[in-house]
């Protein structure tokens, strides 16, 4: 006896799924690590999406897109709890700590608020264009426009130091 063609649709879209994830997910990871600086957080984050994705697959439209969109969101949340952390630990006193090892860009990009990094690093890193960019942050395009330009001149001003 053959399955139902409920099951075949279903299987159809987990096999789906599973090629989207071993066609994009070390290009999602990069993504998340030039985002976060951290190859290990970067990992969580884009498994996290992937899962939080799968949750809601047979509404998702473009899937591409979806997933970019929700690495994006992980990354930003993930940036935000980091700076929370850190002025927690500066009103304690307590110094961050810096390993030295970092570089010069990663350490420039560091110091953009986190908005402006995700722009420069979707329209510089992954090449995106800005509709693209706009529809990963979930932001007006005119708003990729002025945080791109803004990242750029704050970058330009952290390197000409």
Request: proline share 4%; glycine share 4%.
């Amino acid at each position: 006896m053959g399955g139902s063609p409920i099951d075949a649709r279903d299987q159809e879209a987990g096999d789906d799924f599973v090629r989207l994830y071993e066609e994009r997910y070390a290009e999602l990871v990069r993504l998340a690590f030039v985002l976060v600086d951290s190859n290990e957080q970067a990992e969580e984050l884009v498994q996290e999406a992937f899962a939080r994705v799968y949750l809601r697959w047979d509404k998702v439209e473009a899937p591409i897109a979806y997933v970019r969109r929700a690495v994006v969101n992980a990354c930003r949340d993930a940036l935000r709890r980091r700076r929370i952390e850190r002025r927690w630990l500066a009103r304690r006193h307590e110094p961050a700590g810096d390993d030295g090892e970092r570089h010069y860009l990663d350490d420039a990009l560091a110091t953009l608020p986190s908005r402006e990094r995700i722009a420069l690093v979707l329209r510089y890193y992954e090449g995106l264009s800005e509709a693209e960019i706009a529809d990963a942050m979930d932001c007006p395009p005119g708003t990729v426009k002025s945080l791109v330009h803004r990242g750029t001149a704050r970058l330009r001003e952290q390197i000409t130091r």
